[in-house]
């Protein structure tokens, strides 16, 4: 809850530009990206951080933001991209997100992330997905079950859990459409 504080407080600030590192990353595939230039500039974004030997909250994001990306495609709303960037680039190789793109059958607009140490934590300072205590921000096992959402073209980006119900999260990230509310899921705030 505290981090989710931290977080919340200091998204105006981190956002006021609306641009974010335009550092390397490599995905499942093992093509590369400039984040900012190649996957961010002009779309409409969901980012997350993970590792793929996460037992405890990856798992579960992982099942809810599947299932936001099915409501997303029910409603027609096909032209968002869901970047998931590893924690650990070490031991996630492109062959290991392969892996677990594949095992879990993730859709094609959501591709799984890696980079060298430096420039993942450049980007998990950047969306604010850190905490101030440093013993607490080392450790992989508390890190953040946050989703950050992101129009870039109109420069709105909010943040959500990506713990909560589905619905709920699919609506919230409708909300930096020109259009969401004709998207809206009834009764899921």
């Given at each position: ?12 600030a ?28 002009g779309?409409i ?14 798992p ?44 879990r ?42 989703l ?42």
């Amino acid at each position: 809850m505290r981090l989710l504080i931290l977080l919340l407080a200091a998204i105006p600030a981190l956002f006021a530009a609306d641009e974010l590192p335009n550092v390397k990353v490599t995905d499942h595939t093992g093509r590369s990206y400039f984040f900012q230039k190649d996957l961010v500039e002009g779309k409409i974004v969901v980012i997350n951080f993970f590792y793929s030997e996460c037992k405890n909250l990856c798992p579960m994001m992982t099942t809810n933001i599947k299932r936001v990306n099915q409501l997303l495609a029910e409603r027609n709303v096909n032209d968002i991209y869901f970047y998931s960037i590893s924690l650990d680039p070490e031991k996630d190789t492109v062959e290991k997100l392969a892996e677990y793109h594949q095992l879990r059958s993730l859709p094609a607009n959501w591709k799984l992330l890696r980079a060298s140490w430096a420039d993942m934590e450049e980007l998990r300072h950047a969306v604010g997905f850190f905490d101030r205590d440093p013993a607490i921000d080392a450790d992989r096992a508390q890190h953040s079950g946050m989703l950050r959402i992101g129009n870039a073209p109109l420069g709105r980006w909010i943040a959500t859990s990506a713990t909560g119900k589905p619905a709920m999260i699919t609506n919230r990230i409708l909300t930096v459409l020109p259009y969401s509310r004709a998207h809206a899921i009834p009764g899921a705030e």
